[in-house]
């Protein structure tokens, strides 16, 4: 059989920005890295770090940070499965301490269990330090999932992930409970910015915020997600800073909110489920550690690359949108960029 050739892929990358993003600790500014074939995310991204850093920066906050992995177990019968949920419950404490065991860098926070007939669903929750953690709590969970099926010989083993995690798939629970880090990002801008830096008002991207995310993602069945195209963003940053790209599925779902204050727009993106890291695989590699370290996300610095995430997401969602109040610009845009007219 003949051989395929071999060929590089090579992504069209571009810095944007600069973004000003407004810290729990401190304020900076910091230009982007974003690789994507859709080159007018480019200047979509930009004109939104513009007008943000008008209106005095992009204030970003990680409000959880907890990875997850769940364990499937079976019991001979609902009430038996029942019964060993209650002990299990009562070893909370022994059951963290065997995960963490695992790991120097592993801190547990929370067990969910879920009962389905005989069969059994553990969530395990923790803190994996400046690493994604997908490996981490994966370890730390099947040495429970080992400890469990050998100290509860009446338990099958099912599998060390059961999908109640949920990784790579979109899903109500990590909407609710969070996975990776959870982050907010917020702007308040002036009418007079969105009328001449957005060309457009407060009340008709408020407006269409409401009828296009909220009620459209309402009819079209969307899961705990509002928004135009938070996906975008996120694939552009995860390639070339070393992320599992494939973890945009969970990270796309989040919430952009628009809202009239007086005279000016609130606007803000909620993102539930940004699993990045600054150390582990593919970090090391030329490209993700030239990009992290311009960003100035070390090895100790992921809730950095969070608030960047976030802020840049924020910045491609509010350009959008205000190209969408106009009908027709976001037709001829893309046609101009993409086409040369």
Same mark, same amino acid.
């Given at each position: 059989?003949?051989?395929?050739?071999?060929?590089?892929?090579?992504?069209?990358?571009?810095?944007?920005?600069?973004?000003?993003?407004?810290?729990? +600790?401190?304020?900076?500014?910091?230009?982007?890295?974003?690789?994507?074939?859709?080159?007018?995310?480019?200047?979509?991204?930009?004109?939104?770090?513009?007008?943000?850093?008008?209106?005095?920066?992009?204030?970003?906050?990680?409000? @959880?940070?907890?990875?997850?992995?769940?364990?499937?177990?079976?019991?001979?019968?609902?009430?038996?499965?029942?019964?060993? =949920?209650?002990?299990?419950?009562?070893?909370?404490?022994?059951?963290?301490?065997?995960?963490?065991?695992? +790991? @120097? @860098?592993?801190?547990?926070?929370?067990?969910?269990?879920?009962? =389905?007939?005989?069969?059994?669903?553990?969530?395990?929750?923790?803190?994996?330090?400046?690493?994604?953690?997908?490996?981490?709590?994966?370890?730390? $969970?099947?040495?429970?999932?080992?400890?469990?099926?050998?100290?509860?010989?009446?338990?099958?083993?099912?599998?060390?992930?059961?999908?109640?995690?949920?990784?790579?798939?979109?899903?109500? =629970?990590?909407?609710?409970?969070?996975?990776?880090?959870?982050?907010? $990002?917020?702007?308040?801008?002036?009418?007079?910015?969105?009328?001449?830096?957005?060309?457009?008002?407060?009340?008709?991207? +408020?407006?269409?915020?409401?009828?296009?995310?909220?009620?459209?993602?309402?009819?079209?069945?969307?899961?705990?997600?509002?928004?135009?195209?938070?996906?975008?963003?996120?694939?552009?940053?995860?390639?070339?800073?070393?992320?599992?790209?494939?973890?945009?599925?969970?990270?796309?779902?989040?919430?952009?909110?628009?809202?009239?204050?007086?005279?000016?727009?609130?606007?803000?993106?909620?993102?539930?489920?940004?699993? =990045?890291?600054?150390?582990?695989?593919?970090?090391?590699?030329?490209?993700?550690?030239?990009?992290?370290? @311009?960003?100035?996300?070390?090895?100790?610095?992921?809730?950095?690359?969070?608030?960047?995430?976030?802020?840049?997401?924020?910045?491609?969602?509010?350009?959008?949108?205000?190209?969408?109040?106009?009908?027709?610009?976001?037709?001829?845009?893309?046609?101009?960029?993409?086409?040369?007219?």
């Amino acid at each position: 059989m003949k051989e395929p050739p071999q060929s590089s892929c090579s992504i069209p990358l571009r810095y944007v920005g600069p973004l000003l993003i407004n810290g729990p +600790s401190n304020s900076y500014e910091v230009t982007v890295p974003l690789a994507t074939y859709e080159t007018p995310l480019w200047p979509s991204v930009s004109r939104g770090a513009r007008v943000t850093k008008k209106a005095g920066g992009i204030t970003a906050v990680v409000t @959880h940070d907890a990875m997850a992995r769940s364990i499937a177990i079976e019991a001979e019968n609902a009430k038996q499965a029942a019964q060993c =949920v209650e002990k299990l419950s009562q070893q909370r404490k022994q059951l963290f301490s065997i995960a963490e065991s695992t +790991s @120097h @860098h592993l801190q547990c926070e929370e067990l969910s269990f879920r009962q =389905v007939g005989s069969c059994i669903y553990i969530r395990l929750t923790g803190r994996t330090g400046d690493a994604s953690g997908h490996n981490m709590i994966t370890k730390g $969970a099947d040495a429970m999932l080992q400890w469990i099926c050998t100290t509860y010989p009446e338990l099958r083993h099912i599998s060390v992930s059961g999908n109640y995690c949920t990784d790579k798939k979109v899903s109500s =629970v990590n909407a609710i409970l969070g996975r990776g880090k959870s982050v907010v $990002a917020d702007v308040l801008l002036s009418n007079e910015l969105c009328r001449t830096e957005l060309r457009t008002t407060p009340e008709a991207l +408020s407006e269409l915020n409401t009828k296009k995310n909220l009620l459209g993602s309402i009819i079209n069945g969307g899961v705990q997600t509002a928004n135009a195209h938070f996906a975008n963003m996120l694939l552009a940053l995860y390639l070339p800073t070393g992320q599992d790209a494939a973890n945009i599925v969970e990270g796309s779902q989040g919430i952009t909110f628009a809202e009239v204050r007086g005279t000016d727009l609130y606007f803000s993106v909620s993102l539930p489920n940004i699993i =990045v890291g600054t150390i582990g695989h593919g970090k090391d590699l030329p490209g993700p550690a030239k990009a992290l370290e @311009h960003l100035g996300c070390g090895a100790e610095n992921s809730g950095r690359l969070a608030e960047i995430v976030a802020a840049t997401v924020l910045c491609g969602e509010l350009s959008l949108l205000a190209a969408q109040t106009k009908p027709g610009e976001l037709v001829r845009t893309h046609i101009s960029l993409e086409r040369g007219g």
